[in-house]
């Protein structure tokens, strides 16, 4: 009988160890992966305009231009001069493709201390944020969706931090690791959204569903537009303001290297009383 008990016990301490194990996997597995699409959509290591000397430095034997630097990313050039002449940097999943285009290692040119920097940032705001009501959101102060006929991203930089409570950010469906606040300009929206407007854009929505207000990238330019879909690819692009601005569409069937991406979905907008 004996035996029996302690047979019994064994095995429940064996399944107990291996649940024990399952869950610190999975805790390690999600922090791994937040981590990595942290990286992967908040840090910005270099700047592009130093690309093009430090590929001209590594490949003495071959020509390096940005309309090749476009090519290695998947951009037209007209996008990489408006984004060297705004001071945009490098995303680290856009420097990967350049170092297997070009074949070449940058680990060496990357501003580490950006990305520790940011790890950190992430680091402690997770903490902040499990003792409050509230959670944090990255202010993007010199970004601008344009609402009329776009602007170029001039800088992608950190500017501030809103705090919001979790129960709006439950109600809007967003995480502090995927929004950010970035600012309207224009008038292509109004009545609806109002140039100086603050815009939380959640980046992990890029689905176009018909209707909805998303900031999209168009040509090297930043918009808040409705988008509406037309199969299989083509993109009706809306402005509320209709009897100033027409709607316009981009078929990226046809237009196979056009400049287009939904940078996210815009959950909430508002404004300061006047």
Known sequence: MLLIIVLISFIYFIKLCKTIIYFIKQIVNIQNKTFSNFIKQRDKIMYLKDIKPILQNLKKDKKITL???GKAIGVKK???SNRIKGNS???IYELKKIESFFDVDLSNYIDKENVKSGLDFYMNKAAREEESDFIELR????VYASMGFGVTVYDETQTGTYKISKELARDLNISS???????ASGDSMYPTIEGGDSLIVDTSKTEIYDGKIY??????QLYAKRLQLIPPKKIKVISD???KYDAFYVDLAKQI???FAVIGEVRYWGRIAK
């Open 139 to 142: 202010v993007k102060g010199e």
């Open 241 to 243: 303001n209709n009897e």
């Open 257 to 259: 290297d056009y400049d």
């Open 215 to 220: 900031c999209v990238r168009i040509d090297g």
């Open 67 to 69: 309309e090749s630097i």
């Open 89 to 91: 940097k490098v995303q």
């Open 177 to 183: 690791h995927t929004s950010e606040v970035i600012f």
């Open 78 to 80: 007209s996008t990489i």
